[in-house]
């Protein structure tokens, strides 16, 4: 079964990739996040994302636009939604690319990471699943969450330290969020 599998970054994609190689599928890998910022933090994680699939002879199909303004116009003054739409957009890209390149399935490494809303993440590929009719193929990557780090690190991936966007970062640093956020 001819599988895409998208991606937000080398490290989150270690994992899923034992998992599925595992099953034969047969896997490519797509990296679009136009959420990530800034600019550099977004090469950073393409660049390793694109030199870790290399290494692993994983056929990548890789967006290298930087995305920010589309991002941004989207979820301004909807900053409590941003998510939602930042997993639908992504989500939904990979599903138009699975359909445009005839593959079989589709998966999301999104699945893999503690700090995404699994329940959400799964009730938009299922509603893709059905708009699209294409195979949604989910595991709780979650599973492997320590193996994917220990893994990642023994490989010196870049691990980057919030999930990409502009409003993640603030919250990872901006400590006066973390106590109000208690």
């Known amino acids: 079964m001819k599988l895409l599998l998208h991606i937000c970054c080398g490290p989150c994609a270690v994992y899923p990739l034992t998992f599925l190689r595992e099953k034969d599928y047969s896997i490519t890998a797509y990296f679009y996040n136009p959420n990530i910022h800034p600019f550099k933090e977004f090469r950073r994680r393409l660049v390793t994302a694109d030199e870790y699939l290399r290494k692993q002879h994983i056929p990548a199909i890789i967006d290298k636009k930087y995305g920010l303004k589309y991002f941004l116009r989207s ?4 900053e409590g939604k941003r998510c939602n739409f930042c997993y639908s957009d992504r989500l939904e890209k990979t599903v138009q690319t699975a359909k445009e390149n005839n593959f079989d399935a ?3 490494t999104l699945l893999y990471s503690k700090y995404q809303n699994h329940k959400k993440i799964i009730k938009i590929c299922k509603n893709l699943e059905e708009l699209y009719s294409i195979t949604f193929i989910y595991h709780d990557f979650r599973e492997g969450w320590q193996q994917g780090i220990d893994i990642s690190k023994q490989l010196s991936l870049y691990r980057q330290p919030y999930c990409g966007c502009i409003y993640s970062e603030w919250e ?4 006066s969020l973390k106590i109000k956020n208690k």
């Open 106 to 108: 589709f998966t999301s």
């Open 172 to 175: 990872r640093y901006d400590k």
């Open 75 to 78: 979820v301004v003054h909807n």
